[in-house]
């Protein structure tokens, strides 16, 4: 899974197409949210985290939703560099983090995300998904241990239904790890 920030979305309303060059930053992040958040194609939702971020590079959490966008894409390392630009702006976001963790997983690197989940876990200690992931991480570095102690923190916090595949994964591998 994949993480972005979401501030209110409920809020955002629409940016009216004549007054567009008057928006701010903000402003364009908040349509970015509504787009995505009403399911409308995520080409404009991309357009309009641009938009935010060409008026406010620092705007973390603008990298951080379109690294979500394009790493759905499959555009990974487009999205490493929006997380890693999150990160320069903001370094204790958890989502760009975690997402980013996400990434180096993918590629491997497995001491380097474990490292990345466990300084999302100090930010948001209640993160379910990180658990799972740092789990992940963990065993395959051989830190059984861990990995089952994540794996239960995973199963504790899991706001999921009982046949929810990750649910049902996690419990297979906390026995299979003893």
Known sequence: ???????????????????????????????????VGTGTNEKEAEEAYRKALALDDALAAAHTNLGTLLFRRGDA??????????????????EARYNLANILMEEGQ?????????????LAPDFADAHYNLAS?????????????HLRRYLALARTSDDDPYVIEARERLERLG
Not at 110 to 122: C, G, I, P, T
Not at 137 to 147: I, N
């Open 1 to 35: 899974h994949a993480a972005q920030v979401v501030q209110n979305a409920e809020a955002a309303t629409p940016i009216a197409r004549g007054k567009a060059e008057a928006k701010s930053a903000y402003e364009w992040f908040v349509e970015g949210l509504r787009l």
């Open 77 to 94: 390392a487009a999205a490493k560099l929006e997380f890693e630009a999150a990160l320069a702006s903001d370094p204790e976001q958890a």
């Open 110 to 122: 497995m001491e380097l995300a474990a490292a990345e989940l466990k300084h999302v876990l100090q």
């Open 137 to 149: 991480a963990l065993e395959t570095l051989g830190s059984k241990a861990q990995a089952r102690e």
